[in-house]
Structures are given as C-alpha cells and as structure tokens.
C-alpha cells in the first residue's frame, strides 16, 4: 500500500531557540508554519542538518509539541547531524521535509497511560494536547531516565495544565529508583484504554513484556513509536525495516517511515527488534 | 548549456524521453510516493526499484548506514514480484507522462527472460533496464562482471522484446567498457552507469560491519567523480546511448556526464535528501 504522502512538504523555516533542558536534552524550538498546521501526534520531521553533503541524511525527528506557527523538537547531540542542529543559533534557517509518518491512534476516552523512556517523551506533548482536546483528562504520564536531570521535565508533557507524571530513575535520583517499567503495574489497575509508549529499543520490549506478564488484559489500544536508521523517511529508499509480525505471525519487514514510526505493540516482533545491534551514531 | 541539454533523448526501438533527467533505480520506488511530493511528470524518466520474478522481502536491518558524503544500503532488493508490478502498479502508470522504465533483476537468464515476457503485454511500460549490478543479493553481480555472461543475457532479453533495453553497468569491475562492449554487441540499445560501489563501514563501538551482510552499495556524492570516470570510459568505448548515474546533487554534477558523452542522467540518493533534486538538475540545465 502507498503511504499517504499529502501532507509533507519541504519548508525551510527559522530557528527561534535550541534550549539546554539539562543532562545533554535539548529542546529545539522553530517557525515552521506548515509543520505546525499539519503535524499529527506521532508525525515525524526529516531535518537537514548543516547544508553541505556531510552529513548526507536528513534526520528524524518527533514533533513534540506545536503552538501557533512554531513547533519543538527534543533531541540530544550524539553523532554529527545532531551536533549541527544543537549550534543552531537563533534566525538560522532550518530546512524540514514532513510532517510524516503514521501516528497514533488517538482515543476519545481515557484513562490513558504514556511511558516515555529517555528522549522517548519526545512525541508525547502532541499527543497529551491531542487528547485533551478531545476531552480526555485521565492522562497519566510515566517518565524514566538513567538519572534526574535527563528526565524531561514534567511541566513539559502539557501546557498550560500538567498530566499526571509519576518518574523513574536508573540511579534512584529522583522518583522511584528503578525502571519505569516498574510504575507499570500500578497504572494498569485503572484500566486504561490506550497505553502509548515511546523509548529506546530493550526499554519498549520490557514494557510488553510487563504487560503481558502482569495477566492485566491489555489495553485496547497500544502503540509503541519506534525508531530505525532511516534513508529518505517516505517510503522509497526502503532503508529503515523493522521486524513486525504479520497477519499469520509470521516475521515480516515493515518500514518505520511510513508504515510506522507508531506501531501496534501487538504485531511487534519483540525478539527481532531485540537482536537488532545498537545505533551507529559516531 | 540550453534547451539542447534538455532536448528529448532517443534511446532507440520507440523510446524517446522528453527530457533526459530520471530518477535512478531503488531511489524512486515505483513512483507512487514521489508523485505526491514533486510534479514527476516534468522529468524525462522513471527507472523502478529493481524487480524480481518472486516477491522478495528484502535484508534484515540495519539497511542504510550514513557515510562522508554519501551512504551504503544493503535493501536486498525488496519489491513485490513482476506479477504484482504488471498487475497492480503498472496500471496506475496509465496517465503520466514521465517514462517509465521497469528495471528488472534476477539469478538466472530464465528470471530475467520470465520478468521481461510478463512485461510484454503491459502498455504502460516504456522501456526495461536490466540490473546486473545488485551487489546486496546472492549472484546480484554475476552478470556484471562477467563480459560473456552479460552478452548471454542481453542476446535472451534481445530474443523476447522489442521494447528497448538498457542495461544497468555495475562499476565493481576491472574493465567497465568491456562489459559495456558485450552488452551492446548483444543487443543492448542503452546501458546506464553506475550501479553501487562496494563499500563498507565499521560500527566503531564493537568492531563489527554495520551492515549485517558486512558490505553494501555506496551512494551519493562521494561517488560523483569515481562514477564518472566509469562514464567517461563507457562512452569512449560504445555507440549506443550512455545514461550517467552517480552522486549527482544540481544540475553542474548532471552536466559533469553530459560533458563526458552520456545521453541522459539519473538522479539517485540526492532525492532521499530533497525529492525536488531532479527538478533542480532539470531546471539548472535549461538555465
């Protein structure tokens, strides 16, 4: 099937701040009215980063939140094109091809559970004002990071009023001191009707893993957005597969750009995407 | 350069470009995506993603790795069989302008033979280009290495269809123009060059290959000058139209091939940066 491609466009917009959240997190703010207007929880930017021919790739990037014409992006400098991005200074122009990706299936009742791990609260802002608007209130947000100062800040999953966010450290620096995944089983009493999730790779396969381990009846709706090294990020290059389960159960490739990034959890291949090798970021 | 750089192209056997800008193979799908992010309809052609007799699900992952200036993929030439491009795609073709040319892959001259017979009756084709320079599948590069076996090919191609036939040179050879020679001695009408280089990257981390075949194709500029070296070899060495592909990026790369003899060009990796590339290079060489 072809993606649905109508509402990307190339839009060279204007950075307005690159703003240091502590622990290396950064929050990218920019003008980039056509992204702001069309951008659907879940929907991702392809980000030019410098303008020469290294690094070659654009990069993806979640919108995490749109106000008005401007919209923000939170990422951390790992590797060459981040490290652009992270000098940005403020009236640079910034060059985006999107928005893309299929998103999240937003529910219109709640309760809803969000576990972000790490940089993977980047979507949820977009998704939390989504859902307010359409009335649901019963969010709760679970957040995990290796220490506290990477966690994002609870005030930033929703403007003007906060979800409940209930936090998780590796080192017990703040919140409770161990896996977000730990949070899990509490949240799960309420019954919620949608759990999102969004982290990096190990930390999503033990999410499920809790799920189905709890003997809770999952969630209805529950969606993970992944990640993969991506080429072109609109269905042609073919570069970025991820290791899903098809109708059969039987392995098969689906690529995060345009039949994801956001994934039903349930049609994942866990074991796949687990023997996946890390990211190549040097 | 003028409107003569941007003139139509005579590839032979019916097959005119209106213009001679086309999107390279396997950076283009089979157009559907690329329609609706730029007026494809302005460029000269449209070489599909390599196609297969069976259905192929392509490489595990990681599939793309970044390198200086360019980047290596390692796709495995994922595509949904002939049958399926015949039967599904190609009707969806009926109303462009843009020329669409099947580039067509195999393991044996019977696949290729089969891929191009399944074809025949199909309107909406323009043109077949033989792809004997995958180097990310199992015998990708056996044809393209080897004069004879290439010649082979082409001559049971020659056999089945009028339509004209371009063949797709990899640069993964001692001697290009030899291969190039065979082919058009065969029968070929076009050849188009260059497919991938060969290349490889270290995840530095643990030591190990980041692609999991160990190696893939390389792409994009970086490529530019060695690809049209290839180029330049190729046209020095046959009469038959030259179709330059390599790590174009704007319309001075395009000219680069022009200059040295070919007919026409592809725009390949440069798209997955900006889909509006080849409209640039077109643009730029009409300017």
Redo the contacts between chains.
Sequence with gaps: MTADLRRASLETGEVLVVERLGGGILELVARLPHIAATAQPGSFVQLRCGSGTTPLLRRPFSVAWTQGDTCGFVFEAVGAGTRLLADLKPGDPLDSLGPLGHGFSVVDTGPVVCVSGGLGCAPFPLLINELRRRGVEDILVLNGARTATRLYPAERFARPAVPVVAEATDDGTRGHHGAVTDLLAQALQSNPSALYACGPNPMLGAVMRTLLESGAELPPTLEASLEAPMGCGFGTCLGCALPMLGEDGTPVWRLCCTDGPVMPMREVDWEGLSALPGADVA | MSEDAVAAVDLGRGLTLPNPVGLAS????YG???E??IDINRLGALYT?GTTVHPR??????????T????L?S?GL?NPGIDAVAATHAPRWKDWAIRVIVNIAGGSVEEYVHCVTVLEPVAEVAGIELNISCPNIAQGLDFGRDPVAAARLVAAVRAVTERCVIVKLSPNVTDIAAVARAVEDAGADAVSAVNTYIGK?I????G?S?L?LGTGGLS???IQPLALAAVAAVCDSVHIPVIGVGGI?DAASARDYLVVGARAVQVG?A??????TALQVLDGLRG
């Design positions: 396997g950076t283009a799908g559907f995506e690329l609706q992010l993603k699900e392509g490489n595990p992952p990681p599939r793309v790795a970044e200086g200036g360019g980047m993929n796709i994922q990257k995840h530095r981390a643990s190990r980041v999991p994009g500029p970086a990026v990796t798209t997955f940066v900006n889909p509006e």
